[in-house]
């Protein structure tokens, strides 16, 4: 999720709190891999719990990164249990992070593994495991549940990294394209209505068609003719979908 904001809740919220980590990731296995700060919520309760598994739920929130009506495009729920990451599995853990969220030595993150630290009190940086148990989801498509083998399966989609950047450059720089997706809607009744990119993925682009008082908006889905691996694969998609609209 491109613009996803996290809340990290324990079970016993009053007690707790809450925390948003600084970046996560899914390990091999499924489980998700946090980096929260060491003095946050999720980071003591996870340490005062030792070696006790403790429930926990990651929230979600998926916000379009453009200006638009109804800026929430989805959210996730995962729910499961939260142990710190230990021994070998922190430096595994580390390197699965810093490939994928290169964040671990601008927080400080080799700090938080060290093993001898030169000083006391808690590290800046803690690596918590979530072990996820359940899942749910709600967003554009609809409302699921996803099965944990699922999420260890998938595959992150090539666009996510782009995705923010692409959808605002459409929407500052292309918005005469985007109003001649309208050719392709059909019956549909766009004239007057203003089209926002909304979300973008390999398999297509969707925009948002909003008006004024009493126009209802609706979102429109203009998949692409087949899935697009890169940028530059992107690029071909974008110019051949506008290239259909403007005939």
Do not use: K
């Amino acid at each position: 999720m491109t613009g996803a904001r996290d809340q990290v809740w324990t079970r016993d919220q009053h007690e707790c709190g809450t925390g948003a980590p600084a970046a996560r990731t899914v390990a091999p296995d499924g489980d998700v891999i946090l980096l929260v700060p060491g003095e946050s919520a999720a980071a003591r309760a996870a340490a005062h719990a030792q070696d006790d598994d403790l429930p926990a739920v990651i929230e979600i929130t998926d916000v379009a990164p453009v200006s638009v009506p109804h800026r929430i495009r989805g959210r996730a729920r995962l729910a499961g249990w939260l142990t710190p990451v230990r021994g070998d599995d922190r430096a595994v853990c580390a390197a699965l992070m810093a490939e994928r969220r290169p964040v671990g030595g601008l927080l400080g993150l080799t700090e938080s593994l060290d093993l001898d630290p030169p000083h006391t009190g808690r590290p800046a940086w803690m690596l918590l495991r979530l072990e996820v148990g359940e899942i749910s989801v709600d967003d554009l498509w609809g409302a699921a549940r996803v099965d944990p083998g699922e999420l260890a399966a998938a595959e992150p989609d090539p666009m996510t990294a782009h995705e923010a950047e692409l959808l605002q450059h459409l929407a500052s720089v292309h918005p005469g394209r985007l109003a001649g997706l309208c050719g392709l809607l059909g019956s549909r009744e766009a004239a007057g209505l203003t089209p926002v990119p909304l979300a973008l993925d390999r398999l297509g682009l969707r925009v948002r068609f909003t008006g004024g008082p009493g126009r209802a908006a609706f979102d429109a889905r203009f998949d692409f003719p087949e899935p697009v691996a890169d940028v530059c694969g992107l690029r071909r998609a974008l110019r051949s979908l506008f290239a259909a609209a403007a005939r």
